[in-house]
């Protein structure tokens, strides 16, 4: 059953006669939750830990159990003891709860894309938080990729995937415990397209670039030092500058780069 639900356990009886007992205990200890005496009154018990206090409530027709507002504390074995003057029964119960679960999150994988060495490939991660009990999975269409589970009552978990930019098969990720599943389908156009216009610039551009900001900070401590020995002599000096502009298009990106370069200088 899911968190904060509540879960009836049946007695299968359809009224208590008035010579049984019936009682109810719970996990390992068989610790004693509630119970009908053979007058009809009703206890109900905190339990262990108090995890029961005001969340049970008994049927004192049939003697069924009902929790209220369960949470995983609740979880395990319950047992039911039926206790009559010439016969006495026994019945089993196992309660499993579940955190209703997240709808996972795609983002795509920055750092794994910026510095892997192919151009043809986009890394995505899949995630959720705060999920226990569960198995994280990518698929493609209906064939599972990869998965990664953890038993934890509450993790984080994420897992990769690598997908080719003009890949037109269908991928999804896929959350899931053993009573219910989220699923996140991925937009390979919408997570990839900013990267595969950026990714791979050539090493030529990149040397240009650093270059046109060393040649900048070259000059402007040029022009500093001419300032300076203008001040100490008296002399007063012309600066001729040209102002390029270098322009390069690659796979759609246009690159601006402006740098100052001293030409020549004139005393007079």
């Given at each position: 059953t899911f968190f904060g639900n509540s879960v009836t356990l049946n007695s299968d009886v359809t009224e208590i006669h008035e010579d049984n007992d019936i009682l109810w205990k719970f996990g390992a200890e068989n610790s004693l939750?509630?119970?009908?005496?053979?007058?009809?009154?009703?206890?109900?018990?905190?339990?262990?830990?108090?995890?029961?206090?005001?969340?049970?409530?008994?049927?004192?027709?049939?003697?069924?159990?009902?929790?209220?507002?369960?949470?995983?504390?609740h979880d395990g074995h319950y047992e039911l003891e039926?206790?009559?003057?010439?016969?006495?029964?026994?019945?089993?119960?196992?309660?499993?709860?579940?955190a209703r679960l997240p709808v996972p999150v795609i983002i795509g994988d920055y750092s794994q894309n910026l510095s892997s060495s192919s151009q043809q490939n986009c890394s995505l991660l899949c995630s959720v938080v705060n999920a226990g009990h569960v198995t994280l999975s990518w698929y493609k269409g209906n064939s599972l990729l990869s998965s990664i589970s953890v038993s934890d009552l509450s993790s984080s978990l994420s897992l990769p995937l690598e997908v080719e930019y003009q890949d037109k098969n269908s991928y999804s990720c896929v959350i899931n415990n053993p009573i219910s599943k989220q699923m996140k389908h991925l937009n390979i156009t919408q997570l990839c397209q900013i990267h595969s216009g950026t990714r791979g610039l050539p090493l030529f551009y990149i040397l240009l670039i650093s270059a046109a900001g060393s040649l900048l900070i070259v000059a402007a401590v040029v022009m500093c030092c001419i300032c300076w020995k203008c001040r100490k002599t008296g002399k007063e000096f012309v600066y001729i500058l040209i102002l390029p502009i270098v322009n390069a298009l690659y796979k759609d990106l246009y690159i601006k780069s402006q740098t100052f370069v001293l030409f020549h200088i004139f005393e007079y």
């Open positions: 939750i509630a119970k009908i005496s053979r007058a009809k009154r009703i206890f109900t018990y905190d339990g262990p830990d108090g995890r029961f206090r005001d969340r049970l409530k008994l049927d004192n027709q049939t003697g069924s159990l009902t929790i209220t507002n369960i949470t995983t504390q039926t206790d009559g003057p010439m016969w006495w029964s026994t019945k089993t119960f196992s309660v499993s709860v579940y």
